[in-house]
């Protein structure tokens, strides 16, 4: 789609006058053989395929690419150095549902009034840690396009994630606290297998067939077969007694610490033969320009002695030299016989 349709499509979409409900009920045709590639159901609603939400898929949404091109060229001519082509700009758009100049105008009004706003801070960094915003003031002629055009893809993603409130079971994501980000590149969709892939989706936006959901598709038995509660996704995945007593969630956890317990150990194993590489001061002489210092990856690389115990069968105990606690830590590393720093 990124590779093969979009070079084909956007530049006779640029060049003719294309209306916008056109190009919509082009992406709904895309829609559905994207949704039949990733081996989701068709009731998967097309806001989960292309927000930037708590699941990113590396697909562009067609109607955003088209009205960026077209953005970009209603700028590009009314812009133009040339009096006579800036003068007589023709509409790059037909239709009456959405019109550039109307949606630049928009756009620019936007950014004034961020101008007028300054810079917040965002996230907990101290002040003048997040970098500033362009102005658009100070922006050139190529600079505003391009604010321009971000501002667009900005107002194209406000208005799917309003979507995706308004969905009550798929826009459950939303709720979601902590949740790490997932950003699925090109290389991870090559890589994972089809039905990794259609679990992930299914399970983000609740779609895989649950008893539940077979309930409301089928017409379906709702029940959970080891208790009697209702099988939705949530009480599959973590909410059943049964399950939870017959210790079936306690082997898919350690089955996740074995794995992560072997990559860890791996790289433990590698650092720990590579030994320490303490450096001293690298002084310069004047006229002379320093080498560059290949930083470590890691902390774990200053040191050679570290140690590792996972909770996998037997009960952990943090060794005493450490701490002493009753707690229960699923892995615990340390380093022994010399100093951290
Ligand atoms: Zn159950």
């Given at each position: 789609m990124q590779f093969?349709?979009?070079?084909?499509?956007m530049w006779p979409m640029s060049v003719y006058e294309v209306p916008l409900s056109k190009v919509e009920k082009l992406e709904k045709v895309v829609n559905s053989y994207v949704k039949k590639w990733l081996g989701v159901p068709r009731c998967l609603s097309s806001v989960a395929l292309y927000v930037k939400g708590i699941l990113q898929l590396p697909i562009n949404s067609l109607v955003e690419e088209f009205k960026c091109a077209k953005v970009r060229t209603e700028l590009l001519l009314t812009g133009s150095k040339d009096r006579i082509v800036s003068g007589l700009a023709p509409n790059p758009s037909k239709g009456r549902k959405w019109k550039?100049?109307?949606?630049?105008?928009e756009a620019e009004a936007a950014l004034r009034h961020g101008e007028i706003m300054g810079n917040v801070q965002i996230g907990r960094g101290g002040l003048g840690r997040t970098s500033g915003k362009p102005m658009w003031g100070k922006a050139d002629q190529k600079e505003k396009r391009r604010l321009v055009v971000e501002q667009i893809r900005r107002q194209e993603e406000a208005s799917r994630q309003v979507k995706?409130?308004?969905?009550?079971?798929?826009?459950?994501w939303l709720n979601w606290e902590g949740v790490e980000r997932k950003q699925v590149t090109w290389r991870d969709l090559w890589s994972m297998e089809s039905n990794r892939l259609k679990f992930?989706?299914?399970?983000?936006?609740?779609v895989l067939p649950s008893p539940d959901n077979l309930r409301i598709w089928t017409d379906g038995d709702p029940s959970c077969t080891l208790c009697s509660g209702v099988a939705t996704l949530r009480h599959i995945l973590s909410g059943c007694k049964v399950s939870l007593a017959q210790g079936r969630y306690t082997w898919r956890h350690n089955q996740v610490?074995?794995?992560l317990a072997a990559g860890i150990e791996s790289r433990r194993q590698q650092v720990n033969a590579e030994g320490s590489h303490k450096k001293g001061i690298q002084f310069v002489r004047e006229g002379e320009k320093s080498k560059r210092a290949v930083k470590s990856r890691s902390t774990t690389q200053e040191a050679k002695d570290w140690q590792m115990l996972v909770d996998v069968g037997g009960k952990l105990v943090v060794p005493q030299e450490i701490v002493t606690t009753n707690l229960r830590p699923d892995i615990v590393y340390w380093l022994t016989g010399s100093v951290f720093y």
């Open positions: 093969g349709l979009f070079p084909r499509v550039p100049k109307v949606a630049v105008q995706a409130v308004s969905l009550a079971k798929q826009g459950q992930l989706l299914g399970a983000t936006y609740d610490l074995k794995c």
